[in-house]
């Protein structure tokens, strides 16, 4: 996501950085990089001629913070003006408890719009909401296989009438059963077409116009780049939309839709699909991507994907356990395997601030590997071993690698890397940055209602805001 324009924008920062102060001419070197950064990575002309003279007027005018190095000025310039361009701050996905929340999806065919139908629908039941997926795709079958298919993997109901019926006939037999239901949000699945121009755009007008969503969603596919500019600027201008949502945007190495889209049709990102798993959704937070794109990390949302992945009531009790310092290798093995579930190491990786550097060296496959062989280790030891490590002498540690089919050197390695992380993880506990105590929803980092701040939208959508709003 991001890489090339990443690596190059931090390229631009590194030369600034070695200058002894900020000049017009080294301004107009760097912001000269800048722009060929953008525009190689597909972002819109208009949008980079903007940012370039925004940034030039921040970088020559009285906003230059005094006390900082050029590097440091110039780096908090740029991710001003990229949070800007990507509007701002998150868009808030607000929903009414008290009726059926219809949610319609456009875009061409291939955007990812069956898929991004699920994800959604599983967020959504995550935060308490009730979702029915719509079937409205009547041009193919195939289409409505696949919805029924999602459906059925993340455990949301599909209401198909087949391929015969209009589709504003099924979207409203689709209300009558949503209610009748207890159903509070219905996600319409509309066809998609090959090109813009075959769109059969007063059917999606005369379905919006029949249901009055609550929100039109454009689902567009980041690979393409201009591409889904184009198409969200048609759509928004023949049929309306209340904002974008990009699909594929871990495999967008540029950038170009992401950092054009909100500049052109004046609508905002709401969502960004970032694999290819259900659950591989993210809320598209501009300030934290632009932190992405720059290697400044994105904590927040490592912290967040914690707490979805880590049961609370197992952290806590590991939050004891390392406190009280009766972490086990079990223990050990344990985070390991969640710490999985979050996701690949490299897409890990760029979370953590300064060490988006590191992502071409990441190997994945060594990464497997060297989990099951953790896993070999610890299982070929004994309940008392793992509980104290302490004991583990010359003759146990030679056992335990023919038993893993591993060598000594391979179990002093295990043993060094498990007192290193019992120490981190120790000192990790108590004040504001206490990532376990985050992970277990408690006090820790400001995320997801608990004083997030401007920008960082409580639960988008999710039910428990509703409530509190509603007993004030």
């Known amino acids: 996501m991001f890489e090339t324009l990443g690596k190059k924008l931090q390229s631009v920062v590194r030369d600034l950085s070695g200058q002894g102060a900020i000049s017009e001419k080294n301004v107009q070197l760097a912001l000269r990089d800048v722009r060929l950064a953008l525009l190689e990575a597909d972002v819109h002309f208009k949008v980079v001629k903007d940012f370039v003279a925004r940034a030039k007027e921040k970088a020559l005018g009285s906003e230059v913070l ?11 310039i740029v991710h001003d003006e990229l949070v ?39 967020r959504l039941a995550k935060q308490g909401w009730k979702p029915l997926l719509v079937a409205c795709d009547i041009y193919r079958p195939a289409a409505v296989k ?7 993997q993340v455990g949301v109901p599909v209401f198909e009438m087949g391929t015969g ?23 319409i699945d509309t066809a998609g077409r ?51 949502c990009l699909t594929k945007l871990d495999g967008d190495a540029r950038g170009g839709a992401a950092l054009s ?36 990390g994105d904590v927040l949302t490592l912290v967040e994907k914690a707490q979805e992945t880590f049961d609370a009531d197992q952290a806590e009790v590991m939050r004891r356990k390392i406190r009280k310092e009766t972490f086990t290798l079990d223990d050990f093995l344990k985070q390991m395997k969640q710490m999985k579930k979050m996701g690949s190491v490299s897409k890990l990786i760029k ?100 004083g997030a701040g401007k920008g960082h939208s409580a639960g988008h959508g999710g039910k428990k805001k509703q409530k509190k709003k509603k007993s004030r």
Do not use: C, W
Not at 66 to 76: C, E, M, S, V, Y
Not at 102 to 111: A, E, K, N
């Open 66 to 76: 005094k006390g900082l190095d050029p590097g440091q000025q110039f780096i908090k």
């Open 351 to 450: 979370f953590i601030p300064g060490m988006s550097q590191m992502m071409d060296q990441v190997d994945e496959s060594e990464m497997e590997k060297e989990l099951s062989h953790t896993e070999a280790i610890i299982h070929s030891m004994t309940p008392m071993e793992r509980e104290q490590p302490a004991i583990l002498n010359g003759s146990r540690r030679a056992r335990i690698a023919r038993g893993a089919g591993q060598s000594v050197a391979d179990i002093n390695k295990l043993l060094k890397e498990f007192e290193m992380a019992r120490r981190m993880m120790k000192e990790m506990m108590g004040g504001p940055k206490d990532m376990l105590a985050a992970m277990a929803g408690g006090g820790g980092m400001p995320v997801r209602g608990h």
């Open 146 to 152: 696949q919805l029924k298919t999602v459906g059925a």
């Open 165 to 187: 019926v209009p589709v504003t006939q099924i979207a409203l037999e689709a209300l009558k059963t949503a209610r009748a239901e207890s159903r509070d949000v219905m996600i």
């Open 194 to 244: 090959l090109h813009i121009d075959e769109m059969k755009m007063d059917e999606l007008v005369e379905l919006r116009d029949t249901l009055q969503p609550r929100v039109t969603f454009l689902v567009a596919d980041a690979m393409t780049g201009q591409d889904a500019v184009n198409s969200a600027g048609r759509f928004y201008e023949q049929v309306g939309i209340d904002g974008v």
């Open 261 to 296: 889209i909100q500049a052109v049709t004046g609508r905002p990102i709401y969502f960004a699909g970032v694999g290819e798993q259900l659950d591989d959704l993210e809320v598209f937070h501009p300030d934290r991507m632009a932190q992405r794109i720059l290697g400044m």
């Open 84 to 122: 800007q361009t990507m509007g701002g701050q998150a868009a808030a996905f607000d929903l009414d408890q008290n009726k059926v929340n219809v949610v319609m999806l456009l875009g061409l065919q291939g955007s990812g719009k069956t898929t991004f139908a699920a994800k959604l629908a599983k």
